[in-house]
């Protein structure tokens, strides 16, 4: 494979991350310019990978190293995996004359580039699925930005669409249902002329129906291999921050989570923030709800600081227009929004629910695995520097069959197991680990962890497993319970999911300029680099790669940037042959067990995009980027299938000083239209698997 030359730079006016100050501001309410809400004294997974890497690379003239040895196998005992022997030097170019590229990821990389535009492989076609506005219900009406409302958005797609499922249709042939998250809105590209120190009743209550989920059945033509969306079928549905949800498991019916408006305790008025999610064995898909913070206003107690909550006005001002948004009104609002939510998009008059089960805190993700006796576990991350990510074991099993009874029972699987946080040690002694990249005398960064337990919550009640919390505030004030029992600091956990084909577990960690930097927390063995903006990829494998095991073996993957900077590694294949990453943020899987990562505020002066990568076999580390995205926008949601691949593309057009009056992006449609977030789906113009 020919060298890839990465664009080198920072793009101007990123914020940390790499993001413009509008996606800081509209996402996640300026977070990485609060104080840190982790002021623990827990360690710190941070400086050391990537010095040392350094020094690896500086070695690869004699030797190719390997974190782990290169297949599926199971690594027993919690014991870390081995590197392998060291073998002569070799280019990608040797690699590739030996055997074609790995099955999967036969496409010819897109280069990095700006251009306003999806950028895919020489020999594939692509079309938008659907984008922000597209009627979806009946009776809603044709989109037209100009004279929006709330009741037309309610039926129509939503804004920044973020993690995608694709489900299937049993009988309506060539068609799937589509269900897809929106995980915040753009005001200032949503309305001309907006005043964001005076938002109206109306456009917030257009924020409002442009949050949420949207469920929509999908077409594919066969001939072309383009996907379309079926409006007003019997299925499509749109889920918004007004729609009720079921509050249910331990913390339902508490006193921290009753209101005004619900002296209950179980009932809660839409989901916000939805980020990526999963999907269920049994049918059903899982959506985080991340940025939670950032919507509620006037706080002045300390379990809120910890999650970021501010003490002044928010954003968008929601509290002027409902209360439950005002913490000084409704002290226990906030505690109802920071879940796992489960939506049965099957089933047009269900209630979602939220899981209080699997804790409150910024979920990005909810991937599932099931036990050898069919119970599933829940992998989730906390996307905020220096938080933990955790895991989540039922208690119960999961049943075969499409009976109510059947659905009933397996909704309720979320709602009685453990959760645990994880805790990582290397295996290098500490004085070895000075965070200057100095390369421990074992030749690898690497080791062991064990998931700590939090509480358990059963049908009889919850048992809170720290010392000084009861069950209901573990599950409520998750991210202090982690505190207390010594949870391993990361940097930013996005995505966690477990391979299909080999059972390990992967975890997106995307970032963290701020490691080392004043008081925070300093380097340890598992996490890359100082100044870490270009984030990393883990590996874990569970013990016995059984998912409910209580301790894993993890090592580093990859460890993102230009692949001329030392500091970089790509699972030991010869750099001279990887596409440039910066950014890792979701991740999915395709049929051959290849990882695919979508990024977030790449740092290398291209655009965001879709990246394959071999986990296996002697390609295992080859990376190649398949897509990118256009001008201010992000990757998300990615589906890997035989033939397709599809990517919502999130905030387009999301530059500083960017408005609908000035408009940093055209996508889709070109001059004269509204920048819309949009779902794109990508195939071989041949008709023939991707990759193959």
Same mark, same amino acid.
């Given at each position: 494979?020919?060298?890839?030359?990465?664009?080198?730079?920072?793009?101007?006016?990123?914020?940390?991350?790499?993001?413009?100050?509008?996606?800081?501001?509209?996402?996640?309410?300026?977070?990485?310019?609060?104080?840190?809400?982790?002021?623990?004294?827990?360690?710190?997974?941070?400086?050391?990978?990537?010095?040392?890497?350094?020094?690896?690379?500086?070695?690869?003239?004699?030797?190719?190293?390997?974190?782990?040895?290169?297949?599926?196998?199971?690594?027993?005992?919690?014991?870390?995996?081995?590197?392998?022997?060291?073998?002569?030097?070799?280019?990608?170019?040797?690699?590739?004359?030996?055997?074609?590229?790995?099955?999967?990821?036969?496409?010819?990389?897109?280069?990095?580039?700006?251009?306003?535009?999806?950028?895919?492989? *020489?020999?594939?076609?692509?079309?938008?699925?659907?984008?922000?506005?597209?009627?979806?219900?009946?009776?809603?009406?044709?989109? =037209?930005?100009?004279?929006?409302?709330?009741?037309?958005?309610?039926?129509?797609?939503?804004?920044?669409?973020?993690?995608?499922?694709?489900?299937?249709?049993?009988?309506?042939?060539?068609?799937?249902?589509?269900?897809?998250?929106?995980? $915040?809105?753009?005001?200032?590209?949503?309305?001309?002329?907006?005043?964001?120190?005076?938002? %109206?009743?109306?456009?917030?209550?257009?924020?409002?129906?442009?949050?949420?989920?949207?469920?929509?059945?999908?077409?594919?033509?066969?001939?072309?291999?383009?996907?379309?969306?079926?409006?007003?079928?019997?299925?499509?549905?749109?889920?918004?921050?007004?729609?009720?949800?079921?509050?249910?498991?331990?913390?339902?019916?508490?006193?921290?989570?009753?209101?005004?408006?619900?002296?209950?305790?179980?009932?809660?008025?839409?989901?916000?923030?939805?980020?990526?999610?999963?999907?269920?064995?049994?049918?059903?898909?899982?959506?985080?709800? *991340?940025?939670?913070?950032?919507?509620?206003?006037?706080?002045?107690?300390?379990? =809120?600081?910890?999650?970021?909550?501010?003490?002044?006005?928010?954003?968008?001002?929601?509290?002027?227009?409902?209360?439950?948004?005002?913490?000084?009104?409704?002290?226990?609002?906030?505690?109802?929004?920071? $879940?796992?939510?489960?939506?049965?998009? $099957?089933?047009?008059?269900?209630?979602?629910?939220?899981?209080?089960?699997?804790?409150?805190?910024?979920?990005?993700?909810?991937?599932?695995?099931?036990?050898? =006796?069919?119970?599933?576990?829940?992998?989730?991350?906390?996307?905020?520097?220096?938080? $933990?990510?955790?895991?989540?074991?039922?208690?119960?099993?999961?049943?075969?069959?499409? %009976?109510?009874?059947?659905?009933?029972?397996?909704?309720?699987?979320?709602?009685?197991?453990?959760?645990?946080?994880?805790?990582?040690?290397?295996?290098?002694?500490?004085?070895?680990? =000075?965070?200057?990249?100095?390369?421990?005398?074992?030749?690898?960064?690497?080791?062991?962890?064990?998931?700590?337990?939090?509480?358990?919550?059963?049908?009889?009640?919850?048992?809170?497993?720290?010392?000084?919390?009861?069950?209901?505030?573990?599950?409520?004030?998750?991210?202090?319970?982690?505190?207390?029992?010594?949870?391993?600091?990361?940097?930013?956990?996005?995505?966690?999911?477990?391979?299909?084909?080999?059972?390990?577990?992967?975890?997106?960690?995307?970032?963290?300029?701020?490691?080392?930097?004043?008081?925070?927390?300093?380097?340890?063995?598992?996490?890359?680099?100082?100044?870490?903006?270009?984030?990393?990829?883990?590996?874990?494998?569970?013990?016995?790669?059984?998912?409910?095991?209580?301790?894993?073996?993890?090592?580093?993957?990859?460890?993102?940037?230009?692949?001329?900077?030392?500091?970089?590694?790509?699972?030991?294949?010869?750099?001279?042959?990887?596409?440039?990453?910066?950014?890792?943020?979701?991740?999915?899987?395709?049929?051959?067990?290849?990882?695919?990562?979508?990024?977030?505020?790449?740092?290398?002066?291209?655009?965001?995009?879709?990246?394959?990568?071999?986990?296996?076999?002697?390609?295992?580390?080859?990376?190649?980027?398949?897509?990118?995205?256009?001008?201010?926008?992000?990757?998300?949601?990615?589906?890997?299938?035989?033939?397709?691949?599809?990517?919502?593309?999130?905030?387009?057009?999301?530059?500083?000083?960017?408005?609908?009056?000035?408009?940093?992006?055209?996508?889709?449609?070109?001059?004269?239209?509204?920048?819309?977030?949009?779902?794109?789906?990508?195939?071989?113009?041949?008709?023939?698997?991707?990759?193959?």
């Amino acid at each position: 494979m020919r060298k890839l030359l990465p664009l080198i730079g920072t793009p101007s006016g990123s914020h940390p991350g790499g993001r413009s100050a509008l996606t800081c501001r509209f996402r996640c309410g300026d977070a990485c310019f609060h104080e840190v809400p982790n002021t623990s004294s827990n360690e710190y997974v941070g400086d050391v990978i990537a010095g040392a890497l350094s020094r690896r690379s500086m070695m690869r003239a004699a030797a190719v190293v390997t974190v782990a040895a290169a297949g599926a196998g199971a690594v027993g005992a919690g014991q870390a995996p081995q590197a392998a022997a060291a073998v002569p030097a070799a280019t990608a170019s040797d690699v590739a004359r030996r055997k074609p590229g790995a099955r999967g990821l036969r496409f010819a990389p897109v280069a990095p580039n700006t251009a306003d535009a999806v950028t895919v492989p *020489e020999g594939y076609r692509q079309n938008v699925v659907i984008r922000w506005g597209e009627p979806i219900l009946r009776g809603a009406p044709a989109f =037209d930005p100009e004279k929006q409302t709330a009741k037309a958005q309610a039926g129509q797609f939503g804004y920044n669409c973020d993690f995608l499922a694709l489900l299937p249709l049993p009988g309506e042939r060539n068609r799937q249902l589509l269900v897809a998250n929106h995980e $915040y809105t753009d005001e200032i590209l949503m309305f001309r002329g907006y005043d964001a120190a005076n938002p %109206s009743r109306e456009q917030v209550e257009i924020a409002w129906a442009a949050h949420g989920l949207s469920a929509v059945v999908v077409e594919e033509d066969r001939k072309t291999g383009r996907l379309t969306a079926v409006p007003r079928h019997q299925l499509n549905r749109r889920v918004t921050a007004t729609t009720e949800f079921r509050l249910t498991g331990p913390v339902a019916g508490s006193d921290l989570v009753k209101t005004s408006a619900d002296p209950s305790g179980t009932k809660v008025l839409g989901t916000l923030n939805n980020c990526s999610g999963g999907v269920t064995p049994w049918g059903t898909t899982l959506h985080g709800e *991340e940025n939670f913070n950032q919507y509620f206003a006037n706080s002045s107690r300390a379990t =809120d600081k910890r999650y970021g909550i501010g003490t002044g006005a928010s954003e968008r001002k929601w509290e002027r227009f409902d209360k439950r948004f005002d913490v000084a009104q409704e002290p226990n609002e906030v505690h109802r929004f920071g $879940y796992v939510v489960e939506f049965d998009p $099957y089933d047009p008059d269900s209630t979602p629910r939220k899981h209080t089960a699997l804790g409150r805190f910024k979920h990005e993700a909810a991937t599932v695995r099931l036990t050898h =006796d069919g119970r599933p576990v829940v992998y989730s991350g906390d996307d905020e520097r220096f938080d $933990y990510f955790y895991k989540f074991v039922s208690s119960k099993r999961m049943k075969r069959g499409t %009976s109510r009874a059947v659905r009933e029972h397996n909704l309720s699987l979320l709602d009685e197991g453990t959760l645990y946080v994880a805790k990582l040690t290397g295996d290098s002694p500490a004085i070895e680990i =000075d965070g200057t990249g100095k390369l421990p005398k074992d030749g690898e960064f690497d080791g062991s962890g064990q998931w700590i337990p939090l509480a358990t919550a059963t049908a009889d009640g919850a048992v809170s497993h720290v010392d000084g919390m009861s069950a209901e505030e573990v599950f409520v004030f998750t991210r202090l319970a982690g505190d207390k029992v010594g949870a391993t600091k990361m940097d930013r956990p996005e995505d966690i999911e477990p391979n299909p084909v080999t059972g390990k577990v992967y975890v997106a960690l995307t970032n963290n300029s701020n490691r080392g930097v004043g008081s925070n927390a300093k380097a340890d063995e598992a996490n890359p680099r100082n100044a870490n903006k270009h984030g990393h990829v883990l590996e874990l494998t569970e013990r016995w790669n059984r998912p409910e095991s209580t301790k894993f073996a993890w090592s580093l993957f990859l460890v993102a940037g230009d692949p001329d900077d030392p500091a970089t590694y790509f699972a030991g294949f010869p750099k001279d042959g990887v596409s440039p990453i910066s950014c890792p943020d979701n991740v999915a899987f395709d049929p051959y067990g290849n990882l695919w990562i979508s990024t977030d505020g790449a740092q290398l002066g291209s655009h965001d995009g879709l990246f394959g990568v071999a986990t296996r076999g002697e390609r295992r580390g080859e990376l190649k980027q398949f897509l990118t995205v256009p001008k201010g926008a992000e990757t998300c949601g990615p589906i890997i299938q035989d033939r397709r691949v599809l990517v919502a593309v999130q905030h387009p057009g999301e530059i500083d000083g960017a408005s609908v009056e000035k408009p940093a992006s055209t996508w889709p449609d070109g001059p004269g239209s509204y920048v819309r977030p949009a779902v794109v789906a990508v195939w071989r113009a041949d008709g023939g698997d991707i990759g193959c």
